[in-house]
């Protein structure tokens, strides 16, 4: 997908487990995003980053911390994961504008037990 | 509040048939629309990006209309395939975030 990709595309954890999500970009692009989807509910902006070490929050950020130490890493940490994280996770990257050139990775889909 | 909606939720057609799918948002102001393909397992991919003086944009067999006065969108889809079976997301800006529908879920059988 365009230079995106999402690790790991699946995972199963337990309740009060430590889980991080990560996406590499190869396009240099400035504009990090990371989404959950869940039925019923449109895709919801979790956090997001404007360059290394600037990041800001999304909509539905309660639980979620991340981390960017370099252009083409953007992690997503669920620090102690409940079951209401389990869903689909998508991160997004943009070149110059925060609402250009968007492009979605494959998802990781993580459930938590 | 600014929502998306899209209808209908789901929709089935006969492989070769069109089909309509229609967006309604309240998003205000208004900065462009996007309609989206999101095969199963996949992330979404852009299938048209619409401003304001934008009526209709087409890309392949994919028609989006925008009327912002009445603040609806519709995707129209022309002799449908098989691989046209996915998620259909409408998306909506302000300049300042996205606003997402829930989407249609179209499935075409031979």
């Known amino acids: 997908d365009a230079g995106i990709t999402q690790s790991p595309r699946h995972k199963v954890t337990e309740t009060g487990t430590p889980v991080t999500l990560r996406c590499h970009q190869t396009e240099n692009h400035r504009y990090m995003y990371w989404y959950r989807q869940d039925p019923g509910h449109g895709l919801r902006l979790i956090h997001y980053?404007?360059?290394?070490?600037?990041?800001d929050k999304g909509e539905v950020s309660d639980g979620y911390s991340v981390s960017r130490s370099k252009t083409e890493d953007f992690l997503l940490t669920l620090e102690s994961a409940t079951s209401s994280q389990t869903s689909v996770y998508f991160c997004?990257?943009?070149?110059?504008?925060?609402?250009?050139?968007?492009?979605f990775g494959s998802g990781t889909r993580l459930t938590v037990v | 509040k600014n929502q998306v909606e899209q209808s209908p939720q789901s929709l089935i057609i006969l492989e070769g048939k069109n089909c309509t799918l229609q967006?309604?948002?309240?998003?205000?102001?208004?900065?462009?629309l996007r309609w989206y393909k999101q095969d199963t397992g996949r992330g979404p991919v852009s299938l048209t990006i619409?401003?304001?003086?934008?009526n209709t944009k087409s890309n392949g067999r994919y028609t989006a209309t925008l009327d912002a006065d009445t603040k609806q969108s519709s995707l129209h889809i022309t002799a449908s395939q098989l691989s046209d079976s996915a998620s259909y997301i409408c998306?909506?800006?302000?300049?300042?975030?996205?606003?997402f529908g829930t989407g249609t879920s179209l499935t075409v059988i031979p």
């Open positions: 619409m401003t304001f003086s934008e």
């Open positions: 967006c309604n948002y309240t998003v205000s102001p208004f900065s462009n």
């Open positions: 980053s404007y360059g290394v070490k600037d990041t």
């Open positions: 997004a990257i943009s070149e110059s504008n925060r609402f250009y050139g968007y492009t």
């Open positions: 998306v909506v800006t302000d300049g300042n975030q996205f606003y």
